[in-house]
């Protein structure tokens, strides 16, 4: 089996399909949208410098380019990275976007005044978390933020995931994740050890939503945290 805990190289390519064969993810989440508005609108925005981790075609760095931000965006898809580049040009954006893997961001210390996780994490395990986690407080400015969305325990994986510990799973065959290889959910207790390593943990809320007549829950962490 392979070991999950080796540091290097931890993108998966099953995101190259993904990216190929969907066309979603144009638009960021109104709670990503909050947090910039609350904490970053009244800076001088174009030398307010934030990065997405796991960008993907990149909908939260459009809107951040759109508000006048220098942005910045990476993501191990190359493909994803191409579109995400496309739309800025088409729409006259201007955004740095880079392929590249973030156990080991390319962005000297101190560089960054927020950080952003869209559902990145999540595909991680916790061992690589921590070291991601560790990379984020890195590249933050003292006092940086750090806005985090990611997967509950309470998240639909449906009756037969392919389990290898508590809350990591090698697949899951049903829901939103079904077929997108690796998945770590994470509990309240779990969030304030990992990230408390790193960060003032601001806050934690969650955002439940269902689907198909509330058959299927969606449920996710939003972790606002500020580095130390």
């Known amino acids: 089996m392979e070991n999950l805990n080796k540091p290097k190289k931890i993108w998966n390519p099953v995101w190259d399909i993904v990216y190929q064969n969907h066309d979603w993810g144009k638009y960021p989440s109104e709670s990503l949208i909050q947090f910039i508005a609350r904490n970053f609108y009244r800076r001088e925005r174009s030398k307010t410098k934030i990065l997405e981790i796991g960008c993907g075609p990149a909908p939260n760095i459009w809107y951040l380019a759109r508000e006048g931000f220098d942005a910045y965006g990476i993501d191990g898809s190359k493909i994803a990275i ?30 960054f005044d927020g950080v952003v996780d869209v559902e990145c994490l999540y595909c991680m395990n916790i061992s690589n978390t921590e070291i991601i986690l560790q990379e984020v407080a890195r590249v933050l400015k003292p006092y940086g933020l750090f806005y985090s969305r990611t997967f509950s325990t309470n998240f639909f994986i449906g009756d037969k995931p392919d389990s290898i510990s508590k809350y990591e799973y090698l697949n899951v065959y049903e829901g939103p994740q079904a077929n997108r290889g690796f998945i770590r959910l994470i509990d309240k207790q779990e969030i304030h050890r990992l990230y408390g390593k790193y960060f003032n943990v601001l806050s934690v809320d969650q955002l439940i939503s269902t689907r198909d007549n509330e058959k299927i829950k969606i449920s996710e962490w939003i972790i606002i945290s500020k580095k130390k």
């Open 82 to 111: 191409e579109k995400g580049k496309m739309r800025l040009a088409q729409e006259g954006l201007s955004a740095n976007l880079i392929v590249g893997d973030i156990i080991k961001l390319p962005f000297e210390n101190n560089f």
